[in-house]
């Protein structure tokens, strides 16, 4: 009769799991891997590094008791000192007599046998890969051109060749190369190309990838532009201002520290060089002022003042059409705030209210008008050979000017520049008011506008020939 493990009284403890029997498997069949169990989580964690071992029962000691755990045999260690030693100590050994090994010991010995045994596969099976890689090199070619070129990557240690190396190596199309990325505006626009230059920017001409649409696009420096709030709100009048009289904003972008904004392009250019170059008709003068004014109108019934009506912001296309454009100075007025005093514009077309610091209103543009029309009659505007600060004394000092060949005129066109030139902003006619007068009978076809926009084109570029050479 076998006596059971003695368990000491002041303790109290009794293992809390029997020994671990051997499974019943078949000859030969190993038992599953065992899992590595993370103490703290106890969540058990199977390894996928190594292959399965053969399960290894504990075994028992000489005096025929399971052997506990490690954590419990610990335990009962601490709690039995008081009543001597442990039963579940290890026995020790006698002279001459090997310590026979754990379990956990067995298995920590099988697991570094195997790694190493790993570890020396495939450090061979790389040995082999590298004698491979470097005949392949032997035998392969060297480009001619390659002494000019800096040294390639070397091989991959697994004997895989550089990308550069194995493209060149390898009969066929080149590699496709990553497009680098665009800082400007190319990846949406193509064919920029540069037809002018303003205090803050250059403006150029370019295509839309996509729908092939020539467009206008303006450069401006935020760094250098001490006014930066003016160029917001020409972005802001633009976007809410679409109309046929009005060049029609279209996107914006910041591309570094400049802000690009483009726009529909009108190839004709500025009114400007048709009227350097040009003698104007009554008829094609009546057809600039009914577009111009119908774009006024709608900026002021959107409460919108431009403050800058002049022939360099009046643009042509080549068959005849006319917009406005700059709206840099544009004011924005409203019942609570209905008349502005900031003195804004170019001096040679600035209202008299403007000049002497009064409250003015839309009015302003209405003069602005006037004297864009007396432009196209004569060429230039009145004063411009005079300085501006002088022209702003004149202005204020003589009111409506002066009319060269006046007689000449017709009467209608006449009486539309004396309603257009009031210097009392009550008394001067208003957009609505110079649409309806009869100088707009006299307007003659847009297409008419045609050919001076040609021939202004054609001695701008003669001029411009003679100021290479």
């Not at 442990?86 to 790694?115: D, E, N």
């Not at 590699?175 to 540069?194: A, E, G, V, W």
């Amino acid at each position: 009769m076998s006596t059971g493990p003695f368990v000491p009284k002041d303790t109290g403890l009794v293992p809390s799991r029997p020994a671990p029997k051997p499974p019943a498997s078949g000859p030969g069949r190993a038992a599953p891997t065992p899992p590595i169990i993370v103490k703290d989580t106890g969540v058990p964690r199977q390894s996928t590094d190594l292959p399965a071992l053969t399960y290894v029962p504990p075994a028992e000691s000489q005096n025929g008791m399971a052997m506990l755990p490690e954590e419990h045999r610990s335990r009962s260690r601490s709690n039995s000192k008081a009543a001597g030693p442990s039963p579940y100590a290890p026995q020790p050994q006698q002279q001459g007599q090997p310590q026979p090994l754990s379990p956990q010991q067995i298995y920590q010995q099988q697991i570094v046998k195997q790694q190493e045994q790993a570890m020396t596969q495939a450090q061979q099976a790389m040995s082999v890969q590298r004698s491979q890689s470097k005949r392949q090199q032997t035998q392969q070619p060297t480009p001619p051109h390659s002494q000019h070129q800096p040294a390639r990557a070397a091989a991959d240690p697994n004997g895989i060749p550089a990308p550069n190396t194995q493209a060149r190596n390898v009969p066929g199309p080149r590699p496709r190369q990553r497009r680098r990325q665009s800082t400007s505006l190319d990846i949406i626009y193509r064919n920029l190309n540069k037809i002018g230059q303003g205090a803050s920017g250059g403006v150029y001409m370019a295509y839309e990838r996509v729908t092939n649409r020539c467009v206008a696009i303006k450069q401006m420096n935020l760094e250098q532009q001490p006014k930066k709030d003016l160029i917001i709100n020409e972005i802001l009048v633009m976007k809410d201002s679409s109309h046929p009289n009005i060049v029609n904003f279209i996107d914006s972008y910041l591309v570094g520290g400049d802000l690009w904004v483009t726009m529909e392009y009108m190839e004709g250019g500025s009114l400007t060089d048709v009227v350097t170059f040009n003698i104007m008709t009554e008829g094609q003068i009546a057809s600039v002022c009914r577009e111009t004014l119908k774009g006024l109108q709608h900026l002021h019934s959107k409460g919108v003042i431009h403050r800058d009506i002049k022939s360099d912001n009046i643009l042509l296309s080549m068959d005849g059409n006319i917009k406005l454009t700059d709206f840099g100075f544009c004011a924005q007025i409203n019942e609570s705030h209905n008349k502005r005093t900031t003195t804004v514009g170019s001096p040679y077309w600035m209202a008299p209210e403007v000049v002497t610091r009064k409250e003015y209103g839309r009015k302003v543009d209405i003069w602005s008008l006037g004297i864009m029309a007396v432009e196209m009659l004569e060429g230039e505007p009145p004063y411009l050979t005079e300085s501006p600060l002088r022209a702003l004394w004149l202005i204020a000092t003589n009111g409506t000017p002066a009319i060269k060949d006046e007689a000449a005129l017709s009467p209608v066109f006449r009486d539309f520049l004396y309603f257009a030139l009031k210097v009392d902003p009550e008394k001067r006619a208003s957009a609505h008011d110079l649409l309806r007068h009869d100088f707009m009978k006299l307007c003659s076809d847009l297409n008419q506008l045609s050919p001076l926009v040609v021939s202004a084109r054609k001695a701008r570029q003669q001029e411009r020939a003679m100021k290479g050479n």
